[in-house]
């Protein structure tokens, strides 16, 4: 048998070079003794850094042993400890002190204190303590991402089997804390009077107490007798066996439901059902409700999501409501049923094309309950629904759009179904004109500036009541769609006249339709207005052009102190555009009712053009923006620090509009409008706008051709108002916190997808109010005077934590004209590390509801819940 070995020494400073010598002599003598005992070790190769402090039992030898036998160890084990690591040739021991660490292939064992045989090829770990009496250095096992944790520790490298004490072994979001465990060959771990938990504290604050049981590493946990306990209190909750999936994929399972009293639907179980994994890109769920005075619900909702291409999810509900009881005068009985579907494409998976659908279609009454629905669908009186698909091409101006669009009134019952719109678009671009004059030489000419715009609109336009929109009706509702084509074309330039900027348009467009009205008289004189299936076009334009330019104006102050400076912008606008007389009516006598029917042939077309009078307005418009320049009372220092300035916003935009019929009979003048922004304070922002007449009024509160400074001496006369300020207002973020840009990609997707759902404990509170005003001018016949109708209200939106993990949350308002709440929501959440619990309530109002849930956080036991739900009349815990 061929040996070598290799001794490397590395010594600093002056010390002498004896205690090399005298250490490498018992190296040697040792290694001797040790492969006269052990010629099972040879093939082994254990290896430490080769720095070597100044005494004999020391950290950092290098040690390498090389043989030509593989009967043991067929790869290299390393080993090092920060104190110091001690040889026993006697024993055939190596013992490693302070954060000793052991290799072994894709195994690492990191303690305070290891002590390792190479007779046995184990290794024995354990903590040790501190001066204070803690367990410091509890040995750590990593195996392929397992990670195992202990008080005592021995594994055999060579059989790999393992024993140890008080071992803490994580499977996923399982928890396994073993008095006695050990590991077998295969990986295997049996586990004796053994604790099974979700929660990550030194000492849990719940657990599984189990007698015994198998744990298979990405597999599955199987356990004998099993009882829950919180702390160290047994609650009587207990199974005679238990089986737990640890695999890293999601698993087929039963969704135990919640339950409670819904008053007059009764008692009920809630959204218990099936959950199904199809493939690692979706899953769906099977749901069911049962009431016990007959009414059901079942609902399937299915995610899915293929990352850096697409997701979404997919809703469907049907629910068969009984409320109250057959035999009662008051019992009624609807079916109704529910459609979501929410797809999104990854920007990035095709830049050019694009496609995104979001679906909200049903029966009018599927959210007039308080169990199914969540209070913002519950106030919701419109549900609106769009697919839509995008394409571009590039190098081209052009992009099509595909799309399909619903509308929904809950309350009327009416629905607007768009299907299908294509849209055929060329983005401006500016005519090469002096390419097609020939005259390439000298520069750009003022007609190079011409853009030129285009674009074409298909629809087809269903709207019709929903009670009519059945399978049997499919006929008829094809025969009263809408159809038509819109083309739009548009000329456009911008040109430089000193310090006024020119802006000439003109503005063309033609309707086609496929069905026309038309009025026909039969043999019998009578007449009739039918539609036919004949194309019909017709045609408006419009032709503009406005100056507008700015006037700067700067007030300095030098000898305040604290204002130096107010600048005033204005920015006019003056324009004309010309529209020609256009009117498409029909007129027909009806002998029998002596009336004139008004009608158009694009009445059944989905693009009707409208009538117009001739227009020549004179447009014109007024912005003002008003800053000051003040003295910046945070800047400190000396010099330029001292005299540092900041702007600040008095006036954002103020701008008062209107226009002038140069060729109208009377009544030249439109109405003023007036609209303001400005931001009061850094959160607090004011928006104002309002609606002015110029012209007096007969008995009838009609416009007469008089203006008010002419009979009443003022120049306008207040017909609107409204104003709103909103105000947004939050605490710092809590120092240490993370706040939301430092979660990775997809946690932040989720937060962003359930934004209302999030509970931020970073920032310790928040606070969303809105005022609005509201004033209306009516004029009063029996008095000549004009009434106001004022409308005041309050809505604010807020949160604050109140203890540790304590976040309450509240969603409301105040109508100050009517002196009564608006529809108000409720929230607590209490975050129980572990555990979490959330509290819901609507205390008035026709919903009036609570629901509470304590539960487990982790998925693995999202079933092990405590939940009440219930209204006015009574619940069920």
Same mark, same amino acid.
């Given at each position: 048998?061929?040996?070598?070995?290799?001794?490397?020494?590395?010594?600093?400073?002056?010390?002498? /070079?004896?205690?090399?010598?005298?250490?490498?002599?018992?190296?040697?003598?040792?290694?001797?003794?040790?492969?006269?005992?052990?010629?099972?070790?040879?093939?082994?190769?254990?290896?430490?850094?080769?720095?070597? +402090?100044? /005494?004999?039992?020391?950290?950092?030898?290098?040690?390498?042993?090389?043989?030509?036998?593989?009967?043991?160890?067929?790869?290299?084990?390393?080993?090092?400890?920060?104190?110091?690591?001690?040889?026993?040739?006697?024993?055939?021991?190596?013992?490693?002190?302070?954060?000793?660490?052991?290799?072994?292939?894709?195994?690492?064992?990191?303690?305070?204190?290891?002590?390792?045989?190479?007779?046995?090829?184990?290794?024995?770990?354990?903590?040790?303590?501190?001066?204070?009496?803690?367990?410091?250095?509890?040995?750590?096992?990593?195996?392929?991402?397992?990670?195992?944790?202990?008080?005592?520790?021995?594994?055999?490298?060579?059989?790999?089997?393992?024993?140890?004490?008080?071992?803490?072994?994580?499977?996923?979001?399982?928890?396994?804390?073993?008095?006695?465990?050990?590991?077998?060959?295969?990986?295997?771990?049996?586990?004796?009077?053994?604790?099974?938990?979700?929660?990550?504290?030194?000492?849990?604050?719940?657990?599984?107490?189990?007698?015994?049981?198998?744990?298979? +590493?990405?597999?599955?946990?199987?356990?004998? +007798?099993?009882?829950?306990?919180?702390?160290?209190?047994?609650?009587?909750?207990?199974?005679?066996?238990?089986?737990?999936?640890?695999?890293?994929?999601?698993?087929?399972?039963?969704?135990?439901?919640?339950?409670?009293?819904?008053?007059?639907?009764?008692?009920?179980?809630?959204?218990?059902?099936?959950?199904?994994?199809?493939?690692?890109?979706?899953?769906?769920?099977?749901?069911?409700?049962?009431?016990?005075?007959?009414?059901?619900?079942?609902?399937?909702?299915?995610?899915?999501?293929?990352?850096?291409?697409?997701?979404?999810?997919?809703?469907?509900?049907?629910?068969?409501?009984?409320?109250?009881?057959?035999?009662?005068?008051?019992?009624?009985?609807?079916?109704?049923?529910?459609?979501?579907?929410?797809?999104?494409?990854?920007?990035?998976?095709?830049?050019?094309?694009?496609?995104?659908?979001?679906?909200?279609?049903?029966?009018?009454?599927?959210?007039?309950?308080?169990?199914?629905?969540?209070?913002?669908?519950?106030?919701?009186?419109?549900?609106?629904?769009?697919?839509?698909?995008?394409?571009?091409?590039?190098?081209? +101006?052009?992009?099509?759009?595909?799309?399909?669009?619903?509308?929904?009134?809950?309350?009327?019952?009416?629905?607007?179904?768009?299907?299908?719109?294509?849209?055929?678009?060329?983005?401006?671009?500016?005519?090469?004109?002096?390419?097609?004059?020939?005259?390439?030489?000298?520069?750009?000419?003022?007609?190079?500036?011409?853009?030129?715009?285009?674009?074409?609109?298909?629809?087809?336009?269903?709207?019709?009541?929903?009670?009519?929109?059945?399978?049997?009706?499919?006929?008829?509702?094809?025969?009263?769609?809408?159809?038509?084509?819109?083309?739009?074309?548009?000329?456009?330039?911008?040109?430089?006249?000193?310090?006024?900027?020119?802006?000439?348009?003109?503005?063309?467009?033609?309707?086609?339709?496929?069905?026309?009205?038309?009025?026909?008289?039969?043999?019998?004189?009578?007449?009739?207005?039918?539609?036919?299936?004949?194309?019909?076009?017709?045609?408006?334009?419009?032709?503009?052009?406005?100056?507008?330019?700015?006037?700067?104006?700067?007030?300095?102050?030098?000898?305040?102190?604290?204002?130096?400076?107010?600048?005033?912008?204005?920015?006019?606008?003056?324009?004309?555009?010309?529209?020609?007389?256009?009117?498409?009516?029909?007129?027909?006598?009806?002998?029998?009712?002596?009336?004139?029917?008004?009608?158009?042939?694009?009445?059944?077309?989905?693009?009707?053009?409208?009538?117009?009078?001739?227009?020549?307005?004179?447009?014109?418009?007024?912005?003002?923006?008003?800053?000051?320049?003040?003295?910046?009372?945070?800047?400190?220092?000396?010099?330029?620090?001292?005299?540092?300035?900041?702007?600040?916003?008095?006036?954002?935009?103020?701008?008062?509009?209107?226009?002038?019929?140069?060729?109208?009979?009377?009544?030249?003048?439109?109405?003023?409008?007036?609209?303001?922004?400005?931001?009061?304070?850094?959160?607090?922002?004011?928006?104002?706008?309002?609606?002015?007449?110029?012209?007096?009024?007969?008995?009838?509160?009609?416009?007469?051709?008089?203006?008010?400074?002419?009979?009443?001496?003022?120049?306008?006369?207040?017909?609107?108002?409204?104003?709103?300020?909103?105000?947004?207002?939050?605490?710092?973020?809590?120092?240490?916190?993370?706040?939301?840009?430092?979660?990775?990609?997809? /946690?932040?997707?989720?937060?962003?997808?359930?934004?209302?759902?999030?509970?931020?404990?970073?920032?310790?509170?928040?606070?969303?109010?809105?005022?609005?005003?509201?004033?209306?001018?009516?004029?009063?016949?029996?008095?000549?005077?004009?009434?106001?109708?004022?409308?005041?209200?309050?809505?604010?939106?807020?949160?604050?934590?109140?203890?540790?993990?304590?976040?309450?949350?509240?969603?409301?308002?105040?109508?100050?004209?009517?002196?009564?709440?608006?529809?108000?929501?409720?929230?607590?959440?209490?975050?129980?590390?572990?555990?979490?619990?959330?509290?819901?309530?609507?205390?008035?109002?026709?919903?009036?509801?609570?629901?509470?849930?304590?539960?487990?956080?982790?998925?693995?036991?999202?079933?092990?819940?405590?939940?009440?739900?219930?209204?006015?009349?009574?619940?069920?815990?």
């Amino acid at each position: 048998m061929a040996l070598m070995l290799k001794i490397n020494l590395c010594m600093s400073g002056n010390k002498t /070079t004896l205690y090399g010598i005298i250490l490498a002599l018992l190296l040697i003598m040792g290694s001797f003794s040790v492969f006269s005992q052990t010629e099972d070790l040879a093939d082994s190769l254990i290896t430490t850094p080769n720095s070597v +402090p100044d /005494t004999l039992s020391t950290s950092n030898v290098a040690l390498t042993v090389d043989s030509a036998s593989t009967d043991v160890i067929n790869a290299s084990i390393f080993y090092d400890a920060k104190d110091s690591i001690v040889f026993d040739a006697m024993q055939n021991k190596v013992f490693l002190y302070g954060e000793a660490v052991v290799k072994y292939q894709t195994m690492e064992l990191s303690a305070a204190y290891i002590e390792y045989s190479f007779g046995e090829n184990m290794a024995c770990a354990s903590s040790v303590l501190d001066t204070a009496g803690v367990k410091i250095g509890k040995p750590q096992m990593n195996d392929n991402g397992q990670q195992f944790t202990q008080d005592y520790l021995c594994y055999n490298f060579k059989t790999q089997k393992g024993y140890s004490t008080m071992s803490v072994t994580q499977e996923g979001d399982a928890i396994f804390i073993a008095e006695q465990s050990k590991r077998q060959s295969n990986e295997w771990i049996h586990i004796r009077k053994g604790k099974f938990t979700t929660c990550d504290a030194e000492n849990p604050h719940y657990h599984f107490h189990l007698s015994k049981a198998i744990i298979i +590493p990405d597999d599955k946990v199987v356990s004998g +007798p099993l009882y829950l306990k919180v702390r160290k209190v047994p609650l009587p909750l207990g199974l005679p066996f238990g089986w737990f999936p640890t695999k890293n994929e999601s698993s087929h399972g039963i969704i135990l439901p919640g339950y409670g009293n819904a008053n007059n639907l009764g008692y009920f179980l809630k959204d218990g059902g099936y959950y199904i994994p199809i493939g690692r890109n979706i899953d769906t769920r099977i749901l069911g409700d049962i009431y016990s005075r007959g009414s059901w619900s079942v609902k399937n909702i299915t995610n899915y999501k293929k990352r850096y291409k697409y997701s979404g999810n997919f809703n469907i509900s049907r629910t068969v409501l009984k409320n109250s009881i057959p035999e009662l005068p008051d019992f009624t009985k609807s079916t109704e049923f529910f459609i979501r579907w929410t797809h999104n494409q990854d920007p990035k998976s095709r830049p050019n094309s694009r496609f995104s659908a979001n679906i909200n279609f049903g029966t009018s009454n599927n959210f007039r309950n308080n169990l199914n629905s969540s209070q913002s669908d519950y106030l919701t009186n419109t549900f609106t629904s769009s697919v839509q698909w995008n394409k571009s091409f590039p190098g081209t +101006p052009y992009n099509l759009t595909v799309n399909g669009r619903h509308t929904q009134n809950s309350s009327t019952g009416n629905v607007d179904l768009l299907l299908p719109g294509v849209t055929v678009n060329r983005t401006r671009r500016n005519l090469p004109i002096s390419e097609w004059l020939g005259k390439t030489v000298g520069g750009k000419k003022w007609y190079d500036q011409i853009g030129f715009s285009y674009s074409a609109n298909y629809e087809n336009l269903l709207s019709e009541n929903q009670s009519l929109i059945r399978w049997d009706e499919a006929p008829a509702l094809i025969r009263r769609t809408q159809s038509g084509i819109r083309h739009t074309a548009a000329l456009s330039s911008q040109a430089k006249m000193g310090f006024v900027t020119f802006t000439p348009s003109f503005n063309y467009n033609e309707y086609w339709s496929f069905k026309s009205v038309q009025a026909s008289t039969d043999d019998l004189g009578d007449t009739s207005i039918d539609t036919l299936s004949t194309f019909s076009a017709a045609r408006d334009w419009r032709v503009s052009g406005s100056f507008n330019t700015r006037f700067y104006g700067t007030f300095n102050f030098r000898k305040a102190k604290n204002l130096k400076a107010i600048r005033h912008v204005l920015t006019p606008q003056v324009g004309v555009a010309y529209v020609p007389y256009m009117n498409r009516d029909n007129y027909l006598y009806d002998d029998a009712t002596g009336e004139v029917v008004t009608y158009s042939a694009f009445d059944a077309a989905r693009f009707r053009p409208a009538n117009s009078n001739e227009q020549f307005n004179l447009n014109f418009s007024l912005a003002n923006n008003l800053e000051m320049k003040v003295r910046d009372r945070s800047a400190t220092g000396q010099g330029s620090k001292a005299n540092a300035t900041k702007k600040q916003k008095i006036i954002e935009n103020f701008l008062i509009s209107g226009r002038y019929n140069m060729i109208a009979d009377s009544l030249n003048l439109s109405d003023i409008s007036m609209r303001g922004f400005t931001t009061l304070w850094k959160n607090v922002t004011l928006n104002v706008n309002s609606s002015h007449s110029a012209y007096d009024r007969d008995s009838l509160g009609r416009n007469i051709d008089t203006y008010l400074a002419q009979s009443q001496g003022r120049l306008l006369r207040l017909n609107r108002v409204n104003a709103a300020v909103g105000m947004n207002l939050r605490s710092k973020n809590k120092k240490g916190e993370k706040d939301m840009s430092n979660v990775d990609e997809q /946690t932040l997707e989720a937060v962003n997808q359930n934004r209302r759902d999030y509970v931020d404990f970073t920032v310790p509170w928040s606070l969303n109010l809105n005022y609005t005003l509201g004033l209306n001018r009516t004029f009063q016949t029996e008095t000549q005077r004009d009434s106001s109708i004022l409308t005041q209200s309050v809505l604010f939106r807020g949160d604050v934590t109140i203890f540790t993990k304590w976040k309450i949350g509240i969603d409301s308002g105040y109508d100050l004209v009517a002196r009564e709440f608006t529809p108000t929501t409720i929230n607590v959440y209490w975050d129980l590390h572990c555990w979490e619990m959330t509290f819901n309530w609507i205390p008035f109002g026709i919903r009036q509801s609570f629901s509470i849930q304590l539960n487990v956080k982790s998925s693995l036991l999202q079933d092990l819940k405590l939940q009440a739900r219930g209204g006015p009349g009574g619940f069920l815990f």
